[in-house]
């Protein structure tokens, strides 16, 4: 009997540590360097280069001067928050006749975060503490006057 709850308690445990196995996703595309070396710097457009390796991932939509190629990966951990261990970018630029001018490679480490919107509704004073909050909903308690005696 104890040999059979051993083996339980060995499989769950087994099981349970099993489930908090880290899971990755890939997103998104790149050109190889091979497919990258037939984009010719001075020679190509913008329609060759789709022809070549492919619709880009985003381009530069207000000036029209580059393709971007962008492939990520990211870690699912248990109940963490996703997290982007790997991003490459591939940038074409163009010149004004739509020749392209440049080819770059971007990595992870070249980049820096952009909050493209936040969501936060600033309070006077500074954010009150939680203590403080729930304190101040039993019966508008303020905490300052019973610390200060009054």
């Known amino acids: 009997m104890k040999t059979g ?3 339980a308690i060995l499989a769950s445990t087994i099981l349970a540590l099993s489930a908090c196995t880290a899971q990755y996703r890939n997103h998104g595309y790149i050109p190889s360097e091979d497919d990258l070396a037939n984009v010719i ?3 190509d457009s913008r329609d060759s280069v789709t022809e070549t390796i492919g619709a880009p991932t985003t381009q530069s939509f207000i ?3 580059g393709y971007y190629y962008v492939r990520s990966r990211v870690r699912h951990f248990g109940m963490l928050e ?11 630029t163009f010149d004004s006749a739509g020749t392209v001018q440049n080819i ?3 990595g992870l480490e070249d980049g820096r ?4 919107s936040r969501r936060v509704t600033p309070v006077p004073g500074g954010s009150p503490s939680f203590l403080k909050k729930i304190l101040s909903a039993l019966g508008g308690f303020d905490p ?3 610390l200060s005696g009054n």
Do not use: C, H, K, W
């Open 41 to 43: 710097v001075g020679v």
């Open 144 to 146: 300052a006057s019973a």
């Open 113 to 116: 975060v952009v909050t493209l």
């Open 82 to 92: 996703p997290e982007v261990i790997n991003r490459e970018i591939v940038a074409i």
């Open 104 to 106: 770059e490679r971007f």
């Open 63 to 65: 000036d029209e001067s």
């Open 5 to 7: 709850l051993r083996a």
